[in-house]
C-alpha cells in the first residue's frame, strides 16, 4: 500500500530537548515536504527536498532542520524546541514537484501532533 | 505573493442540505487549485483539483468545485451534505516550480442531524 509514514503520531517534550520526528514513503517519491498545522492558519511549508541530499527552506524553516540521505526518508529535527513549536507536523510526498500538479498528487502522513511545555 | 483566503472559519450545516465553501486566492498565473479535506485525527485527503480546461471539477464523495477566473474563486460544493462530511476543509494554490501548496486557514464544517 502507498503511503507515508510519521512517527511518532503524539509528542510531548520539554523545551530545549532534541527531537527527531521522521517521515518515511514507499513510492520512491523524489520530492518531499513537511507543513505545520496551527489553527487559523492553516498549514505552512517548513522545509522541502527535491531529491536526494537537496533541501531548501520553506516559508517557516526556524528553529527546525532536515535531511535527506536517502530517497524514502525525511527526518524533520528540532534542536532546541520551543513551545511555540507546539503544532501539528504533516510530511507530504510526490513524484516530482511538477508531477503534483499534473497526473499524482501530494500524499500526505497522517500527522504528528507535538506538545513542546 | 500567493495567498489563499477562505473567509469562513466554521460553518454548519443541517443533514442533506446544499454546502458551499469559499475560497479565493491570488496567483499571478494561472492557478493549480486544490480542495483537501481533514477528518478529525487524520491526514489530508485530496477531493480535487484543477488545472485547466472544464471549469466545474468533479471530485470524490460528491463534491465539486468551480473556478471562476473573473473572481479569483474557486468554491467548493455538495447539493446534500451526509454526518459524515463534517471535517475540516481545505482550499490550497499549488507553486509547480518549488512543489509547494500554499494553504488557506481551512474552514470546519459541523453537520447537524
Known amino acids: 500500500e502507498a503511503q507515508v509514514t510519521q512517527n511518532p503520531r503524539y509528542l510531548i517534550t520539554v523545551t530545549g530537548k532534541k527531537l527527531t520526528v521522521t517521515c518515511s514513503q514507499n513510492?520512491?517519491?523524489?520530492?518531499m515536504s513537511w507543513y505545520r498545522q496551527d489553527p487559523g492558519l492553516g498549514l505552512r511549508q517548513i522545509y522541502y527536498?527535491?531529491?536526494?541530499?537537496?533541501?531548501d527552506k520553506g516559508d517557516v524553516p526556524e528553529g527546525y532542520k532536515v535531511s535527506r540521505k536517502e530517497k524514502r526518508n525525511f527526518p524533520l529535527i528540532l534542536e532546541s524546541p520551543s513551545p511555540n513549536q507546539t503544532s501539528l507536523y504533516f510530511c507530504?510526498?510526490?513524484?516530482?514537484?511538477?508531477?503534483?500538479?499534473?497526473?499524482?498528487?501530494?500524499?500526505f502522513g497522517q500527522g504528528t501532533r507535538l506538545t513542546v511545555v | 505573493a500567493q495567498s489563499v483566503t477562505q473567509p469562513d472559519i466554521h460553518i454548519t450545516v443541517s443533514e442533506g442540505a446544499s454546502l458551499e465553501l469559499r475560497c479565493n486566492y491570488s496567483?499571478?498565473?494561472?492557478?493549480?487549485l486544490f480542495w483537501y479535506v481533514q477528518s478529525p485525527g487524520q491526514g489530508l485527503q485530496l477531493l480535487l483539483k484543477?488545472?485547466?480546461?472544464?471549469?466545474l471539477v468533479q471530485g470524490i464523495k460528491g463534491f465539486e468545485a468551480e473556478f471562476k477566473r473573473s473572481q479569483s474563486s474557486f468554491n467548493l460544493r455538495k447539493p446534500s451534505v451526509h454526518w459524515s462530511d463534517a471535517a475540516e476543509y481545505f482550499c490550497?494554490?499549488?507553486?509547480?516550480?518549488?512543489?509547494?501548496?500554499?494553504f488557506g486557514q481551512g474552514t470546519e464544517l459541523s453537520v447537524k442531524p
Open positions: 507530504a510526498s510526490s513524484l516530482s514537484p511538477d508531477s503534483m500538479f499534473m497526473n499524482t498528487e501530494a500524499f
Open positions: 513510492m520512491n517519491h523524489e520530492y
Open positions: 527536498s527535491m531529491n536526494v541530499e537537496v533541501t
Open positions: 496567483y499571478g498565473a494561472t492557478p493549480y
Open positions: 484543477y488545472f485547466s480546461g472544464d471549469t
Open positions: 490550497a494554490v499549488g507553486n509547480n516550480r518549488l512543489g509547494k501548496l500554499i
